[in-house]
T-cell receptor
Framework: NAGVTQTPKFRVLKTGQSMTLLCAQD?????MYWYRQDPGMGLRLIHY???????AKGEVPDGYNVSRLKKQNFLLGLESAAPSQTSVYFC????????????FGPGTRLTVT | SQELEQSPQSLIVQEGKNLTINCTSS?????LYWYKQKYGEGLIFLMM?????EEKSHEKITAKLDEKKQQSSLHITASQPSHAGIYLC???????????FGSGTRLLVRP
């Protein structure tokens, strides 16, 4: 099993450009999450999904959209990137609501200039 | 998150020394999670505590949750360079699907 993978690993965007980050898991997990990590801030939840076709807002959802069309994939979109979205983005998944361990991907480092 | 305070923010210790990292919440926690992050990588799950007074150990790392379920400590005995990284506590505040994370503690262990 590859576990949780994220694409791309690095990306540089100009202000106003759009992009999509892909998270894929091969563990048949129901729950998936997108976090951002900034210096001194820990991880903050952007959006999450409790199953295929469902999404919900986390702590910091503004400026991001998500989709979970397939159970194994969770996409994070930036429609019009801003310098404040420069961050490291982590995807995580877990089997279901009764399980507690979240499995994390390696992260995507995004810079918006 | 300010709901979850971690201390210290950073820690440098000599190899072989013991150390403690604290995580404090203003609210009673449904669950407290400890993760480790190696620099530039994703998070690795260490332990999860749910019951007041609970203590768990894995190799040389011990985590405790106080009776009120508002404070947790992570203790490393006889630290090694392999223990270096960022330790994050995460908390389930309302028995939901979401975790709130502390800001992390950067640990450096000098050989």
């Amino acid at each position: 099993n590859a576990g949780v993978t994220q694409t791309p690993k690095f990306r540089v965007l100009k202000t106003g450009q759009s992009m999509t980050l892909l998270c894929a898991q091969d563990m048949n997990h129901e729950y998936m999450y997108w976090y951002r990590q900034d210096p001194g801030m820990g991880l903050r939840l952007i959006h999450y999904s409790v199953g295929e076709g469902t999404t919900a807002k986390g702590e910091v959802p503004d400026g991001y959209n998500v989709s979970r069309l397939k159970k194994q994939n969770f996409l994070l979109g930036l429609e019009s990137a801003a310098p404040s979205q420069t961050s490291v983005y982590f995807c995580a998944s877990k089997p279901d609501g009764s399980s507690y361990e979240q499995y994390f991907g390696p992260g995507t480092r995004l810079t918006v200039t | 998150s300010q709901e979850l305070e971690q201390s210290p923010q950073s820690l440098i210790v000599q190899e072989g020394k013991n150390l403690t990292i604290n995580c404090t919440s203003s609210k009673t926690l449904y669950g407290l999670y400890w993760y480790k992050q190696k620099y530039g990588e994703g998070l690795i799950f260490l332990m999860m505590l749910q019951k007041g007074g609970e203590e768990k150990s894995h190799e040389k790392i011990t985590a405790k949750l106080d009776e009120k379920k508002q404070q947790s400590s992570l203790h490393i005995t006889a630290s090694q360079p392999s223990h270096a990284g960022i330790y994050l506590c995460g908390a389930d505040m309302d028995s939901s699907y979401k975790l709130i994370f502390g800001s992390g503690t950067r640990l450096l262990v000098r050989p």
